[in-house]
């Protein structure tokens, strides 16, 4: 028998895979009973559009590029990133402060195993980092947030956990947009934040991928701005470009102990996986620098991020005993289920793991992430509600043709070009509806 290390059994499959074989179990068990088995895809934050065309371009240009490139990305890319954080967020146009990775997560792994430090998550917060703290055998906390601040981490809440801790370094998580709720933190927000965490010596991981889909990106602020000295700010392809497949994703190291820092990343990242994919990085080089037709681009896929967001989340906040958060960018927003507790604890939803499986049995089909994936304790009813699910080249060309100019265009756009979302709020309606009358079907839990 092969043994395994015991740390493997700290890591969650993500989020992504495991609604997937999910739905895969419930359409197998669908035909039983003689449904045509479809699904609401709520549960997937992949970005529907296409890479932009000059990134496409590049990519097919530079293929032949292959031999072995710097542990730390190749210099032309890592100047062009600095460019481009100067000219977006504000940062310190500095390429030495820049290291690239195989994506942010990719880049997480790598800080958390040469930072030191137990590790403050916000709570409703994405899987993926408490998972990789586990496997390195680091202590994470869950910090929850409330409705009343709409989710997002305050000062004062900060302040007052820090004091329950033990001394010694600590990392806090910080994303924004936020994945799942679709928050955005202001300036002011930011400022107090950094204030209490540059009194208690706090780390931050800045994770700034969704920063670029801001609905109103001239209010968007990097922390990184405000505290440099404690900031690591990540970001990469995979949203604002529609690259997730490129595996490509940068980090802007703060400005005390970069050299240190550096030095570490690239010893561990020469040892792990020599260098990211040699043809990506030179073609990313296109991707940061100025480029007008994907700065056009961005503006697009913004705005329609923006009527798909807004205009999915005024269906579910019609449906009575859902609280919705209203995004500001991403590809997210939460939904809130526990005025309906007692109503699902009778139903047989016992805790939140359940509710994902719940809304995704016959007759429903409404695929979500709830519950672990989303750090929610046992007792604690919410879900995240992705809203890409429509063909983003189409929905991309009609939005060219014909930009609605009004909220009533708009919710008409939706309901043109993404159907499957109008119809997915109307079921999770029926859900609610069902759960309210004692009625609910769970044939397939």
């Known amino acids: 028998m092969i043994r395994f290390e015991e740390n493997i059994e700290q890591i969650e499959m993500p989020e992504n895979l495991a609604i997937g074989l999910m739905v895969a179990k419930q359409h197998e068990k669908c035909g039983t009973v003689g449904c045509d088995f479809d699904y609401f895809g709520f549960a997937f934050g992949q970005s529907p559009f296409p890479p932009p065309r000059p990134l496409v371009k590049a990519l097919e240009e530079n293929a032949g590029k292959s031999g072995y490139a710097d542990a730390e990305g190749i210099f032309e ?47 409703p917060s994405w899987i993926g980092y408490a998972p990789q703290a586990r496997f390195l055998g680091k202590k994470y906390y869950p910090l929850s947030t409330y409705p009343e601040n709409n989710y997002k981490l305050t000062a004062e809440e900060l302040e007052k956990f820090l004091g329950t801790l033990d001394g010694g370094q600590h990392l806090l998580v910080l994303n924004s947009p936020n994945n799942p709720t679709g928050q955005v933190y202001s300036k002011s927000e930011l400022t107090e934040i950094a204030s209490v965490c540059r009194k208690h ?43 997730g497949g490129y595996r490509l994703g940068t980090c802007h190291l703060p400005d005390s102990d970069c050299r240190k820092i550096k030095e570490g990343l690239k010893k561990l990242a020469a040892t792990m996986y020599t260098n990211i994919t040699t043809p990506v990085q030179h073609a990313a080089v296109t991707a940061y620098r100025e480029n007008e037709e994907i700065e056009d681009y961005l503006n697009v896929t913004r705005q329609i991020h923006r009527i798909m967001g807004r205009t999915t989340h005024d269906l579910f906040t019609s449906i009575e005993g859902l609280r919705v958060t209203r995004p500001d960018g991403g590809f997210y927003f939460y939904a809130d289920f526990n005025e309906l507790k007692d109503e699902l604890l009778r139903a047989g939803v016992k805790d939140s793991n359940g509710l994902s499986k719940a809304l995704l049995s016959h007759p429903h089909h409404i695929a979500t992430v709830t519950g672990d994936a989303l750090l929610l304790p046992d007792d604690n009813f919410g879900a995240r509600i992705a809203y890409v699910d429509y063909s983003g080249r189409q929905v991309y060309e009609a939005y060219l043709a014909n930009m609605p100019v009004n909220k009533e265009e708009e919710t008409a756009f939706v309901k043109k070009h993404a159907p499957m979302m109008v119809s997915g709020a109307e079921a999770v309606s029926e859900f609610v509806a069902s759960l309210k009358t004692g009625t609910l079907q769970l044939e397939l839990q």
């Open 77 to 123: 890319l890592r100047e062009a990133v600095a460019g481009f954080n100067a000219r977006h967020f504000k940062l310190e146009a500095d390429p030495e402060r820049i290291i690239i990775g195989p994506g942010t997560k990719g880049i997480f792994f790598l800080l958390f195993s040469i930072i030191s430090g137990d590790v403050i998550i916000p709570v």
């Open 201 to 243: 010596g706090v780390i931050v991981f800045s994770d700034e991928i969704y920063a670029l889909t801001t609905f109103d990106f001239s209010d968007y602020v990097s922390i990184g701005t405000i505290y440099p000295e404690g900031t690591f700010v990540f970001n990469g392809l995979s949203k604002d470009r529609s690259a």
